[in-house]
């Protein structure tokens, strides 16, 4: 069954900290790994995505690192501000490629002032 | 800047009624998709929709469910006999091309009583 696990399920940071968010997949080859932010009320929006021959792509205050043989994938938000507060999914696309994301379980982050 | 838009942003409707759930994608894009969200829960995939065709569609798209492009700028979503689990907010999404970024509408929160 293909599966995308995240982890923390809540996270909450500092003004200013780093916001750490994990996600491992298993059992399927995957091509494209993209991070989503949903505000309450809100469709999921696309924040910054990366590929499997990549390790690390960085926009701004927000990093993916990659692990391919460990199959794990983590956003870091660095300098964390109150606006990020958000739920947050990882997902994966599958190398089958219909388009179907297969999204995880979701972060809820509160980033306090 | 375009967007994907959603009608209505909320059904009520009762247990074994049918429902039409409707999308505009973003005019040039080519591929759609529908998703669905029990709150509290991940976004999970139904269906995509290539070339006035389902590509792929999840285990949860069972015979309840079609999809439909009557038109040049519609995308329908269609519940035959709703059942109490069929609560949830569902997420229209288009994309240009399969590894484009997939943009999400705000979404039609569907309560089934």
């Known amino acids: 069954q293909q599966q995308v696990k995240q982890s923390p399920q809540s996270l909450i940071v500092q003004k200013g900290g780093i916001s750490i968010i994990n996600c491992a997949y298993e059992n399927t080859a995957f091509d494209y790994f993209p991070w989503y932010q949903q505000f309450p009320g809100k469709g999921p929006a696309l924040l910054i995505a990366?590929?499997?021959?990549?390790s690390e792509k960085k926009e701004g205050r927000f990093t993916i690192s990659f692990n391919k043989s460990a199959k794990q994938f983590s956003l870091h938000i660095m300098d964390s501000q109150p606006g990020d507060s958000a739920t947050y999914f990882c997902?994966?696309?599958?190398?089958?490629?219909?388009?179907?994301?297969?999204f995880g379980q979701g972060t809820t982050l509160q980033v306090k002032p | 800047e375009p967007e994907v838009t959603q009608t209505p942003s909320h059904q009520v409707t009762q247990m074994g009624q049918e429902v039409i759930l409707r999308c505009v994608p973003i005019s040039n894009h080519l591929y759609f998709y529908w998703y669905r969200q029990i709150l509290g829960q991940k976004v999970e995939f139904l269906v995509s929709f290539y070339n006035n065709e389902i590509s792929e569609k999840s285990e949860i798209f069972d015979d309840q469910f079609s999809v439909e492009r009557p038109d040049g700028s519609n995308f329908t979503l269609k519940i035959r006999s709703t059942k109490l689990e069929d609560s949830a907010m569902y997420f229209c999404?288009?994309?240009?091309?399969?590894?484009?970024?997939?943009?999400f509408g705000p979404g039609t929160r569907l309560t089934v009583l």
């Open positions: 997902a994966a696309i599958p190398s089958s490629n219909t388009g179907k994301l297969i």
């Open positions: 999404a288009s994309s240009v091309g399969l590894s484009n970024e997939q943009f």
């Open positions: 990366i590929r499997p021959d990549v």
